[in-house]
T-cell receptor, first 112, second 112 residues
Framework: AQTIHQWPVAEIKAVGSPLSLGCTIKGKSSPNLYWYWQATGGTLQQLFY??????VESVVQLNLSASRPKDDQFILSTEKLLLSHSGFYLC???????????FGEGTRLSVL | GDSVTQKQGQVTLSEDDFLFINCTYS??????LLWYVQYPGQGPQLLLK?????NKGISRGFEATYDKGTTSFHLQKASVQESDSAVYFC???????????FGLGTRVSVFP
């Protein structure tokens, strides 16, 4: 069975500090991978998607970047956090074809 | 671009009440329409998927229907329980590799 793991579970960071969030998919080769951001009480906004290693497409620019260094790994990062980056970051995956994306448990980020 | 409208921000019900949530969409094609449920502190879980081929889906007592004529889709449950309290999101997808467009979400609160 496929599993998706996000790390860390939660982060408290200072404005202006760097950030790196990770996501790993096990049990599935060549998945489509996605990053979403959710403000407290809000909807999910897609940030990035990737269909293959080394290839990432941006959907919304929020002064964040994403990379896919391995087939099963998706990284979200920034060199300088803003207050507006606070929220819930969710990684999701789907297989090729028409499988609906399945989400990880998320990372709660608080920027102070 | 694609859009999905989910107007009911909050629904408050008693156990055994009928639940109905409506979403409308705008897209140039016939998309696949999805319902996700999110419990506090967790990532969204896929609840139902409906396509132009099947027009209806049933899972865990929930039923989703899709009306191409009115470009709308609905989620309903005949008799809700307190455990159904959660946020329900509708979403549409045209090209799975590119991810989802979410509605704003409906917070459902069920009281005993």
């Amino acid at each position: 069975a496929q599993t998706i793991h996000q790390w860390p579970v939660a982060e408290i960071k200072a404005v202006g500090s760097p950030l790196s969030l990770g996501c790993t998919i096990k049990g599935k080769s060549s998945p489509n991978l996605y990053w979403y951001w959710q403000a407290t009480g809000g909807t999910l906004q897609q940030l990035f998607y990737s269909i293959t290693v080394g290839q990432v497409e941006s959907v919304v620019q929020l002064n964040l970047s994403a990379s896919r260094p391995k087939d099963d790994q998706f990284i979200l990062s920034t060199e300088k956090l803003l207050l507006s980056h606070s929220g819930f970051y969710l990684c999701a995956w789907s297989s090729t074809g028409n499988q609906a994306p399945l989400f990880g448990e998320g990372t709660r980020l608080s920027v102070l | 671009g694609d859009s999905v409208t989910q107007k009911q921000g909050q629904v408050t019900l008693s156990e055994d009440d009928f639940l109905f949530i409506n979403c409308t969409y705008s897209t140039t094609t016939y998309p696949t329409l999805l319902w996700y449920v999110q419990y506090p502190g967790q990532g969204p879980q896929l609840l139902l998927k409906v396509t132009t081929a099947n027009n209806k889906g049933i899972s865990r007592g929930f039923e989703a229907t899709y009306d191409k004529g009115t470009t709308s889709f609905h989620l309903q449950k005949a008799s809700v329980q307190e455990s159904d309290s959660a946020v329900y999101f509708c979403a549409l997808v045209e090209y799975y590799a590119q991810g989802l467009t979410f509605g704003l979400g409906t917070r459902v609160s069920v009281f005993p």
